[in-house]
T-cell receptor
Framework: GAVVSQHPSRVICKSGTSVKIECRSL??????MFWYRQFPKQSLMLMAT?????????EQGVEKDKFLINHASLTLSTLTVTSAHPEDSSFYIC?????????????FGPGTRLTVL | DAKTTQPNSMESNEEEPVHLPCNHS???????IHWYRQLPSQGPEYVIH???SNVNNRMASLAIAEDRKSSTLILHRATLRDAAVYYC????????????????FGQGTILTVHP
């Protein structure tokens, strides 16, 4: 299957700093990318959907000014956690799809574990 | 989005078949049934998907009930590497809608495989 990479795989930062996470589709062009967050022992929660060249669509309850998403090209999307706090510590996972129809599978990245001290 | 119901956990022995059930009684005619799995500390991995007919691929088989209100993911010979959380997800396609292609993850089934 298609490969999606994330960088970094793990990051530790101090409270109040901003952290950028990159998501890349390595061997295909992703028309749509998704960002998820997963707390320990819980399921994945969709944060936002982004289409190349347009603004991201955030899920209800997700602060768009805190979680900045940029989808500048068909192979790269970034998530910036601004002014991170300990409660933002989580496992952040991106996925990419070559289409948005219901039968298109999503390819997931390996995840980024964020720890805010 | 229509919901799915899965058992919280299941156990299997290595080399034996595993049948993971999923109920989706409110499925609509345009919902595809997707299965993903997540190994510990990794992102989810696509397993299989289908609409009406049973499907087979190198990883698993998907058996879909005639009324589409339930489905079963079949791992023909479980290995220790199959131990994961398995998610059954209905994926909707709403033309121009905000639920465009979204996957809504439930709690899934934790599969334990014993050697």
């Amino acid at each position: 299957g298609a490969v999606v990479s994330q960088h970094p795989s793990r990051v530790i930062c101090k409270s109040g700093t901003s952290v950028k996470i990159e998501c890349r589709s390595l061997d295909f062009q992703a028309t749509t990318m998704f960002w998820y967050r997963q707390f320990p022992k819980q399921s994945l929660m969709l944060m936002a959907t982004s289409n190349e060249g347009s603004k991201a669509t955030y899920e209800q309850g997700v602060e768009k000014d805190k979680f900045l998403i940029n989808h500048a090209s068909l192979t790269l999307s970034t998530l910036t956690v601004t002014s991170a706090h300990p409660e933002d510590s989580s496992f952040y996972i991106c996925s990419a799809s070559v289409g948005s129809r219901s039968y298109n599978e999503q390819f997931f990245g390996p995840g980024t574990r964020l720890t805010v001290l | 989005d229509a919901k799915t119901t899965q058992p919280n956990s299941m156990e299997s022995n290595e080399e034996e078949p595993v049948h993971l059930p999923c109920n989706h009684s409110t499925i609509s005619g345009t919902d595809y049934i997707h299965w993903y799995r997540q190994l510990p500390s990794q992102g989810p991995e696509y397993v299989i998907h289908g609409l009406t007919s049973n499907v087979n691929n190198r990883m698993a088989s998907l058996a879909i009930a005639e009324d589409r209100k339930s489905s079963t993911l079949i791992l023909h010979r479980a290995t220790l590497r199959d131990a994961a959380v398995y998610y059954c997800i209905l994926k909707s396609y709403v033309a121009g809608g905000t639920s465009y292609g979204k996957l809504t993850f439930g709690q899934g089934t934790i599969l334990t495989v014993h050697p």
